[in-house]
Nanobody
Framework: VQLQASGGGLVQPGGSLRLSCAASGDTSEYYGIGWFRQAPGKEREWVSCISSSDGSTHYADSVKGRFTLSRDNAKNTVYLQMNSLKPEDTAVYYC????????????????WGQGTQVTVSS
């Protein structure tokens, strides 16, 4: 399965962005979709994930209440709506797919998109 992340950009603090993760190829094989981010000089960290079985969503404490994850199965696309953005949200955001229902662990993900840059700055 191939993943294409898009929607990043430059936004002022308090602003919003919507990231998209479009899946193509043998999409029947993947289950959960996760979003991770990596800021300069820091390790990649888990942000959010959505279950393939029941659509349940899970969020890191740092983004809970501000980010919303959803999926459109007809379009094979997962969306990460990011509101009330803060400078500390600046990072390259990656989407990934796992055969596990859902996971917060980087090592559980088998397929990765190329990343999209999100910069929050005034």
């Amino acid at each position: 399965v191939q993943l294409q992340a898009s929607g990043g950009g430059l936004v002022q603090p308090g602003g919003s962005l919507r990231l998209s993760c479009a899946a193509s190829g043998d999409t029947s094989e993947y289950y959960g979709i996760g979003w991770f981010r990596q800021a300069p000089g820091k390790e990649r960290e888990w942000v959010s994930c959505i279950s393939s079985s029941d659509g349940s969503t899970h969020y890191a404490d740092s983004v809970k209440g501000r980010f919303t994850l959803s999926r459109d199965n007809a379009k094979n696309t997962v969306y990460l709506q990011m509101n009330s953005l803060k400078p500390e949200d600046t990072a390259v955001y990656y989407c990934a797919a796992t055969i596990i229902d859902y996971s917060m662990r980087i090592d559980d993900y088998d397929y990765w998109g190329q990343g999209t840059q999100v910069t929050v700055s005034s």
